[in-house]
């Protein structure tokens, strides 16, 4: 080999070595050892600060290190750092308590992402599917939450079904993992929607607290049409309700009768949300459910039952518990109401609600 061909050998050779040793102190596995005993050389041989002065040194790099990823772990993701609320002048974009409405081209998915990315996230969704909701819904909502609810992060589907024998056979892509659980079938469709409630809280309780950091619960007749990302996680999360996110309050249909626990009296109220989406920690979506069941058992008690059930214990929960995130109803979109120009990129849809086939009382 000539000269040269020796130099280029060496180069490699020493980048390589450079790199191995970069990439290993950066690493959070801990530090090898190839250190030996000696003495600083800028220290007097008298001195009593003698031997492993590289290993003090090597401890030192990689203990600053690792204090340096915790605190960037630590750290909160300002608002202002991925939010942009005059990017959608035309629709409201902030709350009166200062919450993110989430639209379209309102958030900056890179900065997200990044951020996520790093806390290695493991997110849930809860989906029921009782009946014919079963042969009618399930397959598609899970094919298309497969595709586009949280594209490139761990995801955990808890698919409560009341019988595990017609549950489909679906292929999940990467990082993808569902759990199924069987329920009790209840004779009413009203009885099966408020009792998801007390089902999720429970298996928070049993569970699911231990093994995802934000947990969604969704409704099964929806298809995904676009990523369902992470501009939509939060500690509290609402959907607004296609069909009212423009409406005047006094004319949002909540629960108006005093004898029922989601009685919300006029002149009060913010938004409509819609029960076919709610989210946040576990910890919050425990409280929530945990609060709508016992509303729910309330007006049992009291022989009263809610306008929208489930529905309208959700919105008196989020009446006296602000959320902390709201999704425009472009996250939630009937295309039965049209496209109009606000809607800009429809994340999931309505399926055609064809209640005479998969309810048993309509």
């Known amino acids: 080999?000539?000269?040269?061909?020796?130099?280029?050998?060496?180069?490699?050779?020493?980048?390589?070595?450079?790199?191995?040793?970069?990439?290993?102190?950066?690493?959070?596995?801990?530090?090898?050892?190839?250190?030996?005993?000696?003495?600083?050389?800028?220290?007097?041989?008298?001195?009593?600060?003698?031997?492993?002065?590289?290993?003090?040194?090597?401890?030192?790099?990689?203990?600053?290190?690792?204090?340096?990823?915790?605190?960037?772990?630590?750290?909160?993701?300002?608002?202002?750092?991925?939010?942009?609320?005059?990017?959608?002048?035309?629709?409201?974009?902030?709350?009166?308590?200062?919450?993110?409405?989430?639209?379209?081209?309102?958030?900056?998915?890179?900065?997200?992402?990044?951020?996520?990315?790093?806390?290695?996230?493991?997110?849930?969704?809860?989906?029921?599917?009782?009946?014919?909701?079963?042969?009618?819904?399930?397959?598609?909502?899970?094919?298309?939450?497969?595709?586009?609810?949280?594209?490139?992060?761990?995801?955990?589907?808890?698919?409560?079904?009341?019988?595990?024998?017609?549950?489909?056979?679906?292929?999940?892509?990467?990082?993808?993992?569902?759990?199924?659980f069987e329920i009790k079938s209840e004779k009413r469709w009203q009885d099966i929607s408020m009792m998801r409630m007390k089902t999720i809280g429970e298996h928070i309780l049993a569970h699911i607290q231990h093994e995802v950091d934000f947990l969604f619960c969704m409704d099964v007749d929806q298809v995904f049409q676009d990523n369902f990302g992470v501009e939509t996680l939060g500690q509290l999360v609402a959907q607004l309700q296609a069909w009212w996110y423009k409406a005047d309050p006094k004319e949002f249909t909540y629960e108006r009768r005093e004898e029922s626990a989601a009685y919300i009296p006029f002149g009060q109220g913010d938004f409509y949300y819609h029960a076919a989406i709610f989210g946040g920690t576990p910890s919050q979506v425990l409280n929530l459910t945990q609060a709508c069941f016992k509303g729910i058992l309330q007006d049992k008690k009291n022989n009263i039952e809610a306008k929208w059930h489930d529905e309208s214990h959700l919105n008196k929960y989020f009446l006296l518990n602000k959320p902390t995130k709201i999704l425009s109803p472009e996250y939630c979109w009937d295309y039965h109401i049209g496209l109009p120009s606000d809607i800009r990129n429809v994340k999931l849809s309505w399926q055609t609600k064809e209640y005479n086939l998969v309810r048993n009382n309509v």
Request: aromatic share 16%.
């Open 1 to 180: 080999m000539n000269v040269k061909g020796k130099v280029i050998l060496l180069m490699l050779v020493v980048s390589t070595a450079v790199v191995v040793f970069l990439e290993y102190i950066n690493s959070s596995e801990g530090a090898f050892v190839w250190i030996y005993p000696s003495k600083n050389p800028e220290v007097d041989n008298n001195s009593s600060q003698k031997g492993w002065w590289f290993l003090s040194w090597f401890k030192d790099r990689t203990h600053n290190y690792q204090e340096e990823e915790i605190n960037i772990l630590k750290r909160e993701l300002q608002l202002s750092e991925w939010f942009d609320p005059t990017k959608r002048p035309e629709v409201v974009t902030v709350t009166g308590w200062q919450a993110p409405v989430v639209w379209e081209d309102t958030y900056n998915a890179a900065v997200l992402e990044s951020y996520y990315a790093k806390r290695r996230i493991t997110v849930g969704l809860t989906v029921f599917a009782t009946g014919r909701y079963i042969d009618h819904y399930l397959e598609e909502f899970i094919i298309s939450a497969n595709k586009y609810f949280m594209a490139g992060h761990k995801v955990i589907f808890y698919i409560m079904v009341d019988d595990i024998s017609r549950m489909p056979l679906i292929e999940l892509g990467p990082r993808r993992s569902f759990k199924v």
